[in-house]
């Protein structure tokens, strides 16, 4: 390739390099950030170990299986030596709650992992060979902040999101391994939260034990995503109106507030029409009341389907005993048979909770109106 072009005038201007048109195929594609990264050990791999070490991950065993394969990028996919790595905005300015804003469009994992495999085909046409290489959009051992801030992404929030100083921390993260050598972005060194800990301090279910320190098991996101039991009793006033993951420590950052982007119009992470101005009370309602086919039919493709139904409806019970009323007592006593126990669990909960803050409490058998 010719390392510089003859413009039209006569000048010579210099050619593209095969990076700057990889980001603007990026940006093309719909990716909002893009950066490079050669492959190697992950800076964070004693991070992560401690955080193991701390029990901080919960259930999510498949974190601790093989902590190695999360310490060294080349390991993922052999043969490739530099990752292409992109974000992609699920929209920081819409309206918060019930259900965190990445989850109430389109799967992102399909949809970046598709559109990165159109990268993967654009630069093999580009190159004029195939390029071995794969996409990865968590869906492999990689700690992908890591990588994300080594191509410059952003920097580790106290919140431990990773926060781009013009994008806020509202976007996914993805890369394309490829088995070529691309030049490396400079990595994103500085850290912009200073002495700001909003964040740590808005958390309501105190999941921070400091700053870049989260207890998943005490996340919002994760009780109500990837924990499979009840939610505890000390935990759960704390979930308040979350139905499906949290925002609160994204909502309160400055970063967010100055620079969160509007969606674009027709997005894939547009909400789905289910949670379109539908307040927490009324989406509880409408979970627990789901039948299976209804909830295939919502959901199909969204992200918030790697919650089963039974585990919406146990989130669902759970804000119910935070702010339902009376009102809400006879949907909750049509399911105190519920075929999962955790449901039973968290129903029979909820019905004690409205009743306590003065509800009536007198199940149908007992001659309650339904
Ligand atoms: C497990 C997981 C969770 C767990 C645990 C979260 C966590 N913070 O670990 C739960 C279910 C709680 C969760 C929640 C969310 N998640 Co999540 N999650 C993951 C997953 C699969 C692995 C994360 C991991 O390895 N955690 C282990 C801990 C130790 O790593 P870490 O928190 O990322 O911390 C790193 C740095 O902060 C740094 N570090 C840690 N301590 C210190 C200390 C110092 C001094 C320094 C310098 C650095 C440092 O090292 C760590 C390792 O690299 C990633 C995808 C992936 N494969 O990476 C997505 C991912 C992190 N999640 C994502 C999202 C969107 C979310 C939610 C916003 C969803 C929601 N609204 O409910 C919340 C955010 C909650 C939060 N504050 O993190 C995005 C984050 C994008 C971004 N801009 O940061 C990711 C990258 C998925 C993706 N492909 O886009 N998640």
Known sequence: MSAEATASHGTAVPALTLERRIERQAYALGFDLAGFV?????ETAGHFDAWLARGCEGEMHYLARDPALRHDT??????AVSAIVVGMDYGGHEPTGPVARYARGDDYHDLMKDRLRQLHAWLSTTVGAEVPGRAYVDTAPILERDLARRAGLGWFGKNTTLINPRRGSYFFIGSLFVAIELEPSAPFDADRCGSCTR???ACPTEAFDGPRALDARKCIS????????????????????WLYGCDVCQEVCPWNARFGRELPAHSAFSPRPIFVDTDARTLARQLLTMAPDDYAAAFRGSAIKRAKLWMLQRNAA???????????????YALRDHDHAVVREQVRAAVAQIVQRG????????????
Do not use: K, M, Q
């Open 38 to 42: 050669r492959l190697g050990p992950a």
């Open 74 to 79: 080349r390991r993922p996919h052999p043969g």
């Open 199 to 201: 964040c740590l301090d």
């Open 222 to 241: 994760y009780l109500t995503i990837e924990h499979r039991g009840a939610i505890a009793e000390e935990l759960r006033a704390g979930i308040g109106e």
């Open 318 to 332: 759970a804000v119910l005993a935070n702010v339902g009323t009376d009102e809400d007592l006879p949907v909750l």
């Open 359 to 370: 509800g009536e409490g007198t199940p149908p058998s007992a001659g309650h109106p339904t």
